[in-house]
């Protein structure tokens, strides 16, 4: 099935729902580099029959959705180095991304889930457009503090390895970036990464998007005061064994946010596996439950 797109923010989003427009809205936000497919359809589904109205979008330069392909590339060497000066945007604005999406779906707010650049997109919603926001869920994010969170070593080589030349080196690549960053205490699903990692690159496939999106979240600065004033149910999740965005990040998070719950996910990765889906739609429903209380008492 066609996802459906919607005009955003000067861009064109693609999207996708599950479950009915009447139960409350989940926005689900996705990662560095990567398609809205990555949110498993299985996931989807059951975040669906809790009783949620689940979205999920390619963000700008992925997947379906705008690529700004007439801006620069920037050069990764000189970002990771400390040099943003190369930025074409910022994550304010795929944060208004978000927000103008949820105008075109009708939607006044709705509970934010977000996994890790998602999470960070998600926390700028809550800061930039706090009416927009019932809940949030940051899974496996950071504050943007150099000091927190940052990758493994050899995470970040992982990260930056050179581009492939083609659909299969394309799928290997993405096949050996998940299997370092999975989860260790769960199972590996080889098969499944493998068929995403093609499927995607059908999709679309535009290593100077991620480098847009990469510079994007090094230019946004620290977020850590700014998440001090964010006034609604808030839960971090994080895994103990994640090395693309470490546990400091996650423990930051929630200390940052009044209020915030943390859940600290032993074996966990930088990954969702499917042994933590039941454990995942439980956490994201009595937050969303919270949530909804709130926007009814205010």
Known sequence: MEPYTAEANGLTLAYETFGEEGDPPVLLIMGLGTQMIFWDDG??????????????????????????DQAPVPDLAAV?????SGAVYTLDDMADDTVSLLDALGLDSAHLVGVSMGGMIAQTVAILHPARVRSLVSIMSTTGDPAVGQP?????????????????EAIERTVRTWRFIASPGFEWNEDRVRDL?????DRAYDPAGFARQLTAILASGDR??????????????????????TPSGGEATAAAVPGAELVTIEG????????????????????VERGEEASVEA
């Open 152 to 168: 493994t070593d050899e995470a970040m080589q992982a990260l930056l390895a050179p581009m492939p030349r083609g659909r299969q």
């Open 80 to 84: 990771t180095a400390g040099d943003t």
């Open 197 to 201: 990692a093609g499927l995607a690159y």
């Open 268 to 287: 966990m990765g930088h990954d969702v596996p499917r042994e933590l889906w039941e454990r995942l739609v439980e956490i994201i429903g009595e937050t």
């Open 224 to 245: 850590t005061e700014q998440l001090e004033t964010v006034d609604v149910p808030t839960v971090v999740i994080h895994g103990d064994a994640d090395p693309l965005v």
């Open 43 to 68: 996931l989807c589904e059951a975040l669906a029959a809790s009783g949620l109205y689940v979205v999920r979008f390619d963000n700008r330069d992925v997947g379906l959705s705008s690529h700004l």
